[in-house]
């Protein structure tokens, strides 16, 4: 089998020139096979965005121009052949959110983008929020050219002002507001938690999400209808996936999410949340605290599989579509099984 970008690292692994190549690499930076284990499912193409920089663009070349020079023949055939992507691959249902108005915080990067780019290809008006403008920026040209109807709003949803900013750019109708932005905290256990992780971390996770909810909930009251989709994590339903302050801000999401789901039960507002595992983000982990990072280690080994930005926003754009009718404060883990281990 030929091997390109697309294909899986378990393929790369198991391939006799590709493992050999790709072991070689790991082994540079004293890492082993093994340490892909949760990778490799996911097109070798997405370890750039999960390695956070520690594999970056530059080296994935340089992995399959050895993989080509190695390999000749085959290179030549999978160019023949032309790539194909392995796996599961995002399919559009064409108009899905036709008509609708759907805000999207994080939308700049990972889940966030993943989703606010899938709703506006299926024919949604996005209102696309997140603090880098920058990121927003590149989404916006990146969306242009395909009839994309996507506003940026750069802010921080933390922030009254800035909230208010963004449902005023959606109007006077939201059909559906995706909760997504969220930041991780460094693994600290609470004996050594420092304020300032503890408070940006509950800033932006849970209060960013009440503030949103709160100011989006009187129109969709006013329509009798509206869906609310929270991004919680593994960390919203154990202890053992995070640092104390993301892990009680994670449980603060399950408890919004139910208790919005009972309040609004009976006046067609539906609140679910999706429950990632291990996702290949790159999302910035500021620091491995010392007591809680070690603690936590054994239980990472236990991520069956990592998903791709593009397969948590399948989960999130159904919850967010009409197709969830009968589905409200269900915390749906979208995890590969972890969660069942
Ligand atoms: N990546 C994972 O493995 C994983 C697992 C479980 C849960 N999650 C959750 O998924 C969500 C998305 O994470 P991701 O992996 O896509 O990370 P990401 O870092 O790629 O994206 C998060 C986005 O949120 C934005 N953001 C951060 N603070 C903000 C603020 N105050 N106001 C507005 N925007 C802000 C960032 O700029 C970024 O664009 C988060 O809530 C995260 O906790 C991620």
Known sequence: MALTVHSTVGEWLDHPVGGRILSGFLAQGGATPDSLAPAR???LGQLVALSGGKFPAEALDGLIAAYREAAP???AQADAEGEQPTGWVEEITPGRFAGQTVIVTGAASGIGRAVASRVAREGGRVIAADISKEKLDELAAALTGLGADIVTVAGDISDQDDVA????AAG???D?????????????AIHEVSDTIWERVLRVNLEGTMRLTRAVVPSMLEAKEGRIVNVASEAGLRGSAAGVAYTASKHAVVGLTKSNAVMYAKS???????????VATGIPVPG???????????????IPSLATAEGLAASITFLLSKDSVNLNGAIIASDGGWSAV
């Open 41 to 43: 499912g996911l097109p």
């Open 288 to 302: 491995q605290a010392e007591f809680g990072a070690q603690v936590l280690r054994p239980y990472q080994g236990n």
């Open 165 to 168: 900013r963004i449902v005023l």
């Open 176 to 188: 559906a507001l995706a909760n997504v932005a969220g930041i991780m905290d460094d693994m600290s």
């Open 268 to 278: 067609g507002i539906r609140t679910n949340a999706v429950a990632p595992g291990g």
């Open 172 to 174: 006077d109708r939201v």
């Open 73 to 75: 023949e085959e290179a």
